[in-house]
């Protein structure tokens, strides 16, 4: 379950790391004046987990196992999109106001990210044939 609803208390949402979010919380980023036309993410990662509210305004985000795509509109800041370790994702149609934060289990680390999707493709190859092969 990628999607996570939580209450409204009256104009404010509030977020315990490790309980509504399903990690422990160790960066917040948001992402905002975002130019048309230009897709945000399209990477991957070996072990960070990322959680995703539209807080102001609205984009779109794939979701890709590396087998099935999932897309999904956030546009309230009551809804969470949880992105999984090696799933790769993309954002795109921001609105002009839109501000997505990003809240991340781990510090920025360069080489935790995958950004070649077929590299990606081969990594969720190998850790499926290598689950076979162990079970
Ligand atoms: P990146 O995650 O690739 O961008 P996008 O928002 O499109 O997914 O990050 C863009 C640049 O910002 C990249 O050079 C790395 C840097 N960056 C940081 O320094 N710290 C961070 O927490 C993040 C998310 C990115």
């Given at each position: 379950?990628?999607i996570?609803?939580?209450?409204?208390?009256g104009g404010?949402v509030?977020?315990?790391?490790g309980?509504?979010?399903?990690f422990d919380?160790?960066?917040v980023?948001y992402?905002?004046g975002?130019?048309?036309?230009?897709?945000?993410g399209?990477?991957s990662?070996?072990?960070i987990?990322q959680?995703?509210?539209?807080?102001?305004?609205?984009?779109?985000v794939t979701l890709?196992?590396g087998k099935?795509?999932?897309?999904?509109?956030?546009?309230?800041?009551?809804t969470?999109?949880?992105?999984?370790a090696?799933i790769?994702?993309?954002?795109?149609?921001?609105s002009d106001?839109?501000?997505?934060?990003?809240?991340?289990?781990d510090h920025?680390?360069e080489?935790?990210?995958?950004?070649?999707?077929?590299?990606?493709?081969n990594?969720v190859?190998?850790n499926t044939?290598?689950?076979?092969?162990?079970?």
């Amino acid at each position: 379950m990628n999607i996570y609803k939580h209450e409204d208390l009256g104009g404010k949402v509030s977020l315990d790391s490790g309980v509504d979010v399903p990690f422990d919380i160790k960066r917040v980023f948001y992402i905002y004046g975002t130019k048309p036309g230009i897709p945000r993410g399209q990477h991957s990662h070996h072990k960070i987990k990322q959680y995703l509210v539209a807080i102001k305004g609205s984009c779109k985000v794939t979701l890709d196992n590396g087998k099935e795509k999932t897309v999904h509109v956030l546009d309230n800041p009551y809804t969470g999109l949880f992105q999984d370790a090696l799933i790769w994702g993309e954002m795109c149609d921001f609105s002009d106001d839109c501000v997505l934060l990003v809240l991340a289990s781990d510090h920025y680390d360069e080489s935790d990210y995958i950004r070649d999707y077929d590299d990606f493709l081969n990594i969720v190859l190998w850790n499926t044939w290598t689950e076979i092969i162990w079970f």
